[in-house]
């Protein structure tokens, strides 16, 4: 389950890295039903009186205590593109945390004999309406809640078969090394949030298709993106980031040591 001294390496030359069906189709199988089932209690709890709703760049979020949805980018949109933190709404997530095919090789990342859990996003990009996200660094969003920005490593599990056409992520090879680029300065809301392209070589993108099950390590500071799903496939997955062991996570600050 570790990772190689020729897989770290390529690690840090590309800034992610690719592992195909690290989970077996059964294990897949019970994330798609996990996801579609958080789902439909984000929709619960998104239309709760606790909730609070905002619109940011003409798309709808909801806020209810330290959870935040968000929904598709579509008029009056009822999917759910992102539910974040999501272990806590299945069970089939809050293992997943420790599993020790993920744990193992981010204790390498980390470098940190144990690690914990920074927070766990579910990302849905739905058929047909599914929204792409713009270029983008992790760390900008980390770095008021994190001194160790860097230190965050991710790893996304793809619950589907993931290709160009159902919008799969796309990382820019390399670019991790650049350090926190500048965000854009246009007139969105969350302009500063999106990288600005004139700071990295966009040519440098690799789209990321693999098979369900698959995993991809992906560095904080690698410039990373997707594009919109117009396809009939849905494209589902979960990107959990660790950090060293006891720390708080970013939303509900308790410490999620991982076990695995
Ligand atoms: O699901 C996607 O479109 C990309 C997700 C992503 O880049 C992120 O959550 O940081």
Not at 18 to 40: G, S, Y
Request: aromatic residues 8%; hydrophobic residues 40%.
């Amino acid at each position: 389950m570790r990772l190689s001294a020729a897989e770290l390496e390529a690690y840090w030359e590309n800034g992610f890295l690719v592992r195909r069906q690290v989970f077996h189709k059964q294990e897949v199988n019970a994330f798609r039903a996990a996801a579609d089932a958080a789902a439909q209690t984000a929709k619960v709890m998104a239309a709760s009186a606790d909730a609070r709703r905002y619109v940011l760049d003409g798309n709808s979020f909801a806020d209810i205590g330290h959870s935040t949805v968000q929904f598709e980018h579509h008029q009056d949109a009822a999917e759910i593109r992102v539910i974040e933190p999501v272990h806590e709404l299945h069970d089939q997530f809050a293992q997943l945390v420790h599993d020790p095919r993920l744990v193992r090789p981010m204790c390498q990342l980390v470098d940190s004999a144990e690690v914990a859990l920074w927070t766990a996003k579910l990302n849905l990009k739905s058929s047909r309406v599914g929204s792409g996200f713009a270029w983008h660094q992790d760390t900008p969003y980390w770095v008021h809640d994190c001194d160790e920005a860097e230190r965050l490593p991710n790893v996304m599990v793809n619950f589907d078969d993931s290709s160009v056409s159902n919008g799969c992520l796309h990382i820019v090879k390399g670019s991790h090394k650049l350090g926190m680029l500048p965000g854009c300065s246009d007139a969105r809301q969350l302009a500063g949030f999106y990288t600005d392209p004139a700071g990295f070589d966009a040519s440098a993108q690799r789209p990321i298709e693999v098979p369900s099950g698959s995993v991809v390590f992906f560095h904080p500071l690698a410039v990373h993106g997707s594009m919109p799903n117009n396809s009939p496939r849905q494209r589902r997955g979960i990107i959990l980031t660790y950090q060293p062991a006891n720390r708080p996570t970013l939303k509900r600050k308790d410490i999620v040591n991982a076990l695995g």
